[in-house]
């Protein structure tokens, strides 16, 4: 049953409707207080029937994605994938992920011996910067707010704060990123959930070309993988044959060429045509 599409979609927005349902019979007084806690009872029955089910889904989901080497994150990312609608999962995957990107900054990435890092993080840094700036000066309106009730002046606080912390973040998980080239491997990385290796042995080519990328993030179209960042790639390598791209949420992909953004992409086609070079 779950392999049909329509019946997936509808058990994946079942509990929202539930509990949007809830919401209004009692907020709405359309039933006495006792109706109301039978119809809460049975709505609630269906809800633990569900729920029961998309923890099912979420674990098989889990165990697919460890089994291909996904992190616990990553596996968990999947997870929610299964289980809600594309529209929250989004949401709440790019909380989740935000959130948990925060102790990177207190982190330094390290590196093989031989490995060199492509910076790739766009326009993130600028994005980042201003919203921090932003929500500084939010911050500072928020305690120097005198009008209306006091804990309005709380709400406005924290609500800054929150898109402070955001900020930060989202630089942690994006600006400070990198793709990794070695006489071995290339590999090309997106966030947290996309890390993709492929064998230097296998490239063929290397050239900058830039082109707008109307598709999700990471996306595969007519045999190439596309690793873009804010819509955009500059970069594009061509491989020799089809190469498998390994995917943490879904099947693995043959593909004959990615592109991808790089920061500067001459000095990363100048860095990955150099391994190139010394590679066996």
Not at 58 to 87: E, K, N, V
Not at 92 to 108: D, F, G, N, S, Y
Not at 121 to 135: D, E, H, N
């Amino acid at each position: 049953m779950l392999r049909n599409p329509r019946v997936a979609a509808l058990l994946r927005w079942l509990p929202f409707v539930i509990i949007a349902a809830n919401l209004l019979l009692v907020l709405t007084g359309v039933v006495d207080l006792a109706r109301a806690a039978i119809i809460v009872v049975v709505l609630e029955v269906c809800l633990l029937g569900v729920v029961v089910a998309e923890f099912a889904a979420i674990r098989i989901a889990y165990r697919r994605a460890r089994s291909r080497g996904a992190s616990r994150t990553q596996a968990f990312m999947a997870g929610l994938d299964a289980c809600l609608p594309p529209s929250v999962a989004f949401v709440v995957k790019q909380e989740l992920l935000v959130t948990l990107a925060l102790p990177r900054l207190l982190l330094r990435e390290s590196r093989a011996e031989g490995v060199t890092s492509v910076r790739c993080g766009g326009p993130t840094a600028a994005v980042a910067r201003s919203m921090s700036a932003l929500a500084l000066s939010g911050a500072v309106l928020a305690l120097l707010f005198t009008g209306g009730p006091g804990w309005l002046r709380w709400v406005l606080f924290a609500v800054a704060v929150y898109f402070l912390l955001y900020a930060l973040g989202l630089w942690s998980l994006h600006g400070r990123q990198s793709h990794l080239v070695s006489e071995r491997f290339l590999r090309v990385r997106h966030g947290a959930n996309a890390d993709f290796a492929f064998p230097t042995s296998e490239v063929v080519s290397a050239r900058v070309s830039r082109s707008a990328h109307r598709g999700g993030p990471v996306s595969v179209d007519e045999g190439t993988l596309t690793v873009s960042v804010f819509g955009g790639t500059n970069v594009v390598v061509d491989f020799g044959g089809p190469v498998p791209a390994r995917f943490l949420d879904r099947e693995e992909e043959h593909v004959s060429a990615v592109r991808f953004h790089a920061d500067s992409p001459e000095e990363a086609v100048r860095v990955l045509v150099g391994h190139l070079d010394r590679s066996p």
